[in-house]
């Protein structure tokens, strides 16, 4: 095979794969009510994927039906009448997906907002939302933790009519998805809102201004006819193993073009190099599968490619291309009060996988072309794209990055760079002709290399807030953005010297887990300190302390508000 080396991948390569993204995104539109959705912009999105393939030759590539449910609003309007006056602020806001819409009929729902701050039970033990809207501050870890998913059930429960959830930072709504599963529909309206829309409610609702809210949201929940897009690429038979080559194409969260549209571009390229190559030389069949529904019903258009074609899956090696180019790394500048680049950094990246080897794998490959993965975990188990696609007997991995514009109408193509692309081909072509020369079982026996030294972590406490209450819950987070250790894991069953990490939590408790993130309520006010310790999958241990204040129960809480 004809492996590419690094630093020479085709000007024209790049520059094809940055006419798709564009063409991709110019498909979803931009702004608000941008998206690649079940109905016309998925059929316009899958046509064009489909002709970029047979027109590079890939003639075999073909449609597959699939049926799609659209959670997405129909039709919706929030409106705020204070003062004698109606201020629309339906360009700075987005419905939920999965939630319940307003009563038939074009009347809508009104109300009067409370305010929540960050959700913190001080909060609900001062407010009584029960026949109202409820407004909540969303802060973000990681660019797409949601702090406020506690409390927007907790709002819901005590009799909330709709909840509102306003971003602190990025100056659009940052869509997140439903509590639960299609059929578990959220039964109130629940609205996300940009950093301005956020600052005018919190304005109206702190200062008491009288007022009245009207939410129109309209859901029609239609079943789609859609397609997934599939490429089978033989190889000389010498192997029963197959590669599974998966992404996502539909962008139900605004524009998309780092969150999958980049992937997309990327991955017909990929499919086109391994076309060039001669069957004789790969030594296991290839199937690329761009599929459509991860953002609609579940992965419905993964599962269904998984179903239709589980007898070739039995042994498949599962690489999913999800968010596969990085994007350039923003950040929040508290003394500016704006996200902001960091010069010269692309976003970090995660791994999830169920494979040790692959895993490192994955890790070392990534590392060599210029990324850094921050959050490398196992799970057997998952929600996401990859888990749809892959039986749970075949070794998967996920490579993926996570911006702070995440999911919402600032992922635009300008956030990629060429070089970014480059060196993301150079990875992805690497590490599929790696896969493809390692010999048959190599993965799935999954053994467990200790040829080298084990440095221990680089490890940091992130924390939600520093100042609490009594019996509010403190969410910590190993890192937020600065972990890393060479072995790369978290807890995997199959690993002797398990990976955990251990939080001590300065009042006598502690709790062990599996992953990153934990939380606590503290029963008595004062000072304490947080220590956590991470112990890696072969036994390296590192430790971060943190210092939180408890204030009193019966302490008001700290309003904060623009006028």
């Given amino acids: 095979m004809k492996t590419i080396v690094k630093g020479t991948v085709p000007t024209s390569v790049v520059e094809e794969i940055t006419d798709m993204i564009r063409a991709l995104c110019d498909i979803a539109g931009y702004g608000l009510h941008s998206g690649i959705r079940p109905g016309e912009s998925g059929d316009r999105a899958a046509t064009y994927i489909l002709s970029k393939l047979h027109a590079a030759g890939l003639t075999t590539a073909r449609f597959e039906p699939i049926k799609v449910n659209n959670p997405y609003p129909s039709g919706f309007e929030v409106t705020v009448e204070t003062d004698g006056k109606q201020t629309s602020l339906s360009e700075q806001c987005f419905p939920m997906q999965y939630c319940k819409e307003t009563p038939p009929g074009g009347g809508g729902l009104t109300g009067e907002m409370v305010y929540l701050g960050d959700g913190s039970q001080s909060y609900f033990n001062l407010v009584d939302v029960k026949g109202k809207i409820a407004l909540i501050d969303e802060k973000m870890m990681r ?45 109130i309206p629940v609205f996300c809102f940009s ?86 030389l790969r030594n296991r069949d290839m199937i690329f599968a761009w599929c459509f529904g991860h953002d609609f019903d579940m992965n419905s258009g993964h599962y269904q490619f998984a179903e239709a074609h589980k007898d070739q899956l039995v042994k498949a090696v599962v690489w999913d291309v999800d968010h596969a180019l990085g994007g350039i790394r923003y950040q929040y500048d508290e003394t500016k009060g704006e996200i902001v680049p960091v010069e010269g950094e692309t976003c970090e990246f995660y791994i999830i996988s169920n494979n040790y080897i692959f895993t490192k794998l994955a890790g070392f490959t990534m590392d060599k072309h210029g990324f850094t993965c921050t959050q490398n975990r196992f799970e057997s188990t998952g929600r996401g794209p990859q888990w749809g696609i892959a039986p749970t007997t075949s070794p998967w991995v996920n490579v993926a990055s996570i911006p702070l514009y995440y999911h919402s109408i600032f992922d635009t193509p300008d956030k990629i760079t060429r070089d970014q692309i480059s060196r993301a081909y150079q990875a992805h072509v690497e590490m599929l002709e790696n896969i493809d020369h390692l010999p048959e079982g190599f993965l799935f026996y999954d053994n467990i290399s200790k040829t080298r030294s084990n440095t221990p972590a680089q490890v940091t406490i992130a924390i939600l807030s520093e100042t609490v209450k009594v019996g509010d819950t403190v969410k910590v987070w190993n890192d937020e953005t600065r972990f890393y250790d060479d072995k790369m894991a978290y807890h995997y069953p199959g690993v002797p010297e398990w990976a955990g990490t251990t939080w001590d939590w300065g009042d006598g408790s502690q709790i062990t887990i599996g992953g990153p993130t934990a939380s606590h309520v503290y029963e008595k006010p004062g000072t304490y300190t947080i220590t956590m310790e991470f112990t890696d999958t072969e036994g390296a241990a590192a430790t971060a302390i943190k210092e939180i204040t408890v204030l009193p129960h019966s302490s008001s809480p700290t309003i904060v508000s623009k006028q």
Avoid: C
């Fill in 143 to 187: 660019g797409y933790i949601a702090s406020a998913k506690e409390a927007v059930v907790q709002a819901k429960d005590q009799g909330a009519i709709a909840i509102f959830r306003a971003n602190m930072y990025v100056d659009s709504p940052q869509q997140q998805k439903g509590e639960g599963l299609p059929t578990d529909i959220f039964p």
């Fill in 195 to 280: 950093k301005s829309g956020g600052d005018y409610l919190r304005n109206v609702a702190v200062f008491g201004r009288p007022h009245t809210v009207t939410i129109r949201h309209e859901v029609s929940r239609k079943v789609y006819d859609a397609s997934n897009i599939v490429l089978e690429l033989p190889g000389n038979g010498s192997m029963e193993e197959v590669i599974l080559v998966g992404t996502h194409y539909d962008t139900g969260h605004f524009t998309g073009a780092v969150d999958n549209n980049g992937s997309v571009a990327l991955m017909i390229k990929l499919a086109e190099y391994f076309f060039s190559n001669k069957a004789v």
